[in-house]
Protein backbone atom coordinates (compact mmCIF):
# COMPACT_ATOMS: atom_id res chain seq x y z
CA UNK A 1 0.00 0.00 0.00
CA UNK A 2 2.99 2.21 0.34
CA UNK A 3 4.29 1.94 -2.63
CA UNK A 4 0.79 2.96 -4.34
CA UNK A 5 0.90 5.97 -2.34
CA UNK A 6 4.57 6.63 -3.68
CA UNK A 7 3.20 6.58 -7.10
CA UNK A 8 0.68 8.64 -6.40
CA UNK A 9 2.66 11.61 -5.05
CA UNK A 10 4.80 10.98 -7.91
CA UNK A 11 2.72 11.19 -10.59
CA UNK A 12 1.06 14.04 -8.94
CA UNK A 13 3.90 16.22 -9.03
CA UNK A 14 4.34 14.92 -12.85
CA UNK A 15 0.97 16.05 -13.80
CA UNK A 16 1.24 19.06 -11.51
CA UNK A 17 4.48 20.56 -13.37
CA UNK A 18 3.02 19.20 -17.16
CA UNK A 19 0.10 21.74 -16.13
CA UNK A 20 2.57 24.42 -14.86
CA UNK A 21 4.63 24.21 -18.42
CA UNK A 22 1.23 24.14 -20.35
CA UNK A 23 0.05 27.10 -19.05
CA UNK A 24 3.56 29.15 -19.46
CA UNK A 25 3.56 28.24 -22.55
CA UNK A 26 0.07 29.65 -23.06
CA UNK A 27 0.85 32.83 -21.31
CA UNK A 28 3.85 33.16 -23.04
CA UNK A 29 2.43 32.66 -26.81
CA UNK A 30 -0.36 35.43 -25.71
CA UNK A 31 1.96 37.63 -24.47
CA UNK A 32 4.24 37.51 -27.58
CA UNK A 33 0.49 38.05 -29.41
CA UNK A 34 -0.07 41.35 -27.80
CA UNK A 35 3.47 42.22 -28.06
CA UNK A 36 3.68 41.99 -32.17
CA UNK A 37 -0.04 43.31 -32.41
CA UNK A 38 1.09 46.50 -30.28
CA UNK A 39 4.68 47.14 -32.93
CA UNK A 40 1.86 46.37 -35.89
CA UNK A 41 -0.17 49.20 -34.61
CA UNK A 42 2.63 51.41 -34.28
CA UNK A 43 4.49 51.07 -37.66
CA UNK A 44 1.13 51.58 -39.29
CA UNK A 45 0.70 54.78 -37.00
CA UNK A 46 4.19 55.80 -38.19
CA UNK A 47 3.50 55.13 -41.90
CA UNK A 48 0.46 57.11 -41.51
CA UNK A 49 1.88 60.30 -40.06
Known amino acids: MQNIMYALEIMGKGMASIFAVI ?25 EA
Open 23 to 47: FLLTFIVILMGKITDYKRKNKSSQE
